[in-house]
């Protein structure tokens, strides 16, 4: 690991770096085990790249724990899941706390059992004063239910008159998203091989690197998420402006 920290540009990192945790089931059947052994092994995956992305300075790490689309999984699966949420969270409050990380969520909270939603906030409370790093967990999350909803409340703040829709442009509408306090993603990482979005964060990484790899969840570790970060540090991020212009920035 030593020797990939050394590749990596501190000053170049990214700040927000978002994953699809892809892989678990396929995981757990190639160890002949069923789809929960691998979300369970799954979850030292979290720990460690939480652990490697708070020592390297990355500010924020969102990770997609469960769609609204995963309430349609086998409804053994789903409780396994929720059950493995408050064991989580639980679990690994006292390592966040430890070093110094912030947990918070996105999502429909409302709609998760009730204690696996006391068990996430209580776990957002007893971390909310940490500074090091924001772990964001998108929970029954859907990026089209998010626009939807954020679509909604603008119409309702325009309704009111305390928006004039003539003042609705890409700030604004960020600013009514569940993640309005959280830079977007400039990095997209999603595991096991499949090369997808997904319907996660769909409006927040418009200009995100994306960095597929065939490593199934549970085997990505902290060593994958330094060759993650160093591919990005290799790409040049253009943001439609053409390479002589950047590098004539650059020269300023």
Request: charged share 25%; hydrophobic share 40%.
């Amino acid at each position: 690991m030593d020797t990939l920290r050394q590749q990596i540009d501190f000053n170049r990192l990214p700040s927000h770096i978002a994953v699809i945790m892809d892989g678990n089931g396929r995981w757990a059947k190639t160890h002949g085990k069923p789809r929960v052994f691998g979300h369970k092994n799954g979850v030292d995956a979290v720990r460690e790249v939480t652990e490697v992305c708070a020592e390297i300075g990355v500010k924020y790490l969102t990770l997609y724990a469960f769609s609204t689309e995963n309430w349609s999984r086998p409804v053994s699966e789903v409780g396994a899941l929720m059950a493995l949420l408050v064991e989580a969270v639980r679990n690994e409050l006292k390592t966040l706390n430890k070093n110094n990380i912030r947990l918070q969520a996105i999502g429909d909270l409302s709609k998760l059992p009730a204690a696996s939603r006391k068990a996430l906030l209580e776990g957002i409370e007893a971390t909310k004063n940490n500074t090091r790093m924001t772990l964001v967990l998108a929970l029954n999350y859907s990026s089209r239910w998010e626009i939807v909803q954020a679509s909604r409340l603008i119409a309702e703040d325009v309704k009111k008159g305390v928006l004039d829709p003539a003042d609705i442009d890409e700030h604004l509408f960020s600013s009514y998203l569940s993640t309005k306090d959280i830079p977007d993603p400039e990095l997209l990482i999603r595991t096991s091989g499949e090369q997808r979005i997904s319907n996660y964060l769909l409006w927040q990484i418009a200009y995100a690197e994306l960095y597929f790899t065939e490593v199934f969840w549970p085997d990505f570790k902290k060593n994958n998420l330094l060759e993650a970060v160093i591919d990005y540090q290799k790409r040049e991020r253009r943001f439609g402006k053409t390479s002589e212009q950047l590098e004539s920035a650059s020269k300023l």
